[in-house]
């Protein structure tokens, strides 16, 4: 089992790499590489990653209990 502050941390840099994905790829798909993109992609970040964080906070146990429950893991080795 992984201790507490790497999972944190790890919810967090995983919600910042696809807070700043997610917002960046849709921004360029609705307005194409220019300036106005950088922009509200900056903007749209500075919300979608903490928000991305909070329920990430929520989702992430639920995922991993989910995972277990349709793996069958139990945590046993052999």
Known sequence: MTDKKTL???QALIACMMAGLM????GFLHLGPT???LTEWAKSFL?????AFV????????A???AR???GFTGRRG
Not at 23 to 26: K, R, V
Not at 55 to 62: E, I, K
């Open 8 to 10: 944190i941390l790890a």
């Open 47 to 51: 919300i979608a990653f903490p928000t």
């Open 55 to 62: 329920l990430s906070l929520g989702v992430g146990p639920l």
């Open 64 to 66: 991993f209990r989910l």
């Open 69 to 71: 429950f349709v793996t």
């Open 23 to 26: 917002t960046g790829i849709f």
């Open 35 to 37: 300036t106005a993109w």
